[in-house]
Nanobody, 124 residues
Framework: EVQLQASGGGLVQAGGSLRLSCAAS????????IGWFRQAPGKEREAVSC????????YYADSVKSRFTISSDNAKNTVYLQMNSLKPEDTAVYYC?????????????????WGQGTQVTVSS
């Protein structure tokens, strides 16, 4: 059974940092892309970052470039999202998802499995 467990969210002041973790199980980790998405109240879900072991350059949304870093620990089947210089507009529920294949994509429809989400709240 494919499972994705997102964790690490919380309440932080603007300018602070958080590290989200996405622990994966039930599939061959190296064979699939993992993406982080977020959804704020009243807004559509958006792709934040995604990574594939088969592609060299991860994807970042323009809004998080230079502030967020995605990384993968294949030994632990875990993908991390290091979030620095957080802003109130980063407040959202963050989800990790497994791609339908190895190709990293910013399109939610290209992801087959989703974790339960972790709340990130950035106060001003």
């Amino acid at each position: 059974e494919v499972q994705l467990q997102a964790s690490g969210g919380g309440l932080v002041q603007a300018g602070g940092s958080l590290r989200l973790s996405c622990a994966a199980s039930g599939f061959t980790f190296d064979d699939y892309a993992i993406g982080w998405f977020r959804q704020a109240p009243g807004k559509e879900r958006e792709a934040v970052s995604c990574i594939s072991s088969s592609e060299g350059r991860p994807y970042y949304a323009d809004s998080v470039k230079s502030r967020f870093t995605i990384s993968s620990d294949n030994a632990k089947n875990t993908v991390y999202l290091q979030m620095n210089s957080l802003k109130p507009e980063d407040t959202a529920v963050y989800y990790c998802a497994r791609g339908a294949g190895w190709a990293a994509s910013r399109l939610g429809g290209d992801y087959s499995y989703w974790g339960q989400g972790t709340q990130v709240t950035v106060s001003s």
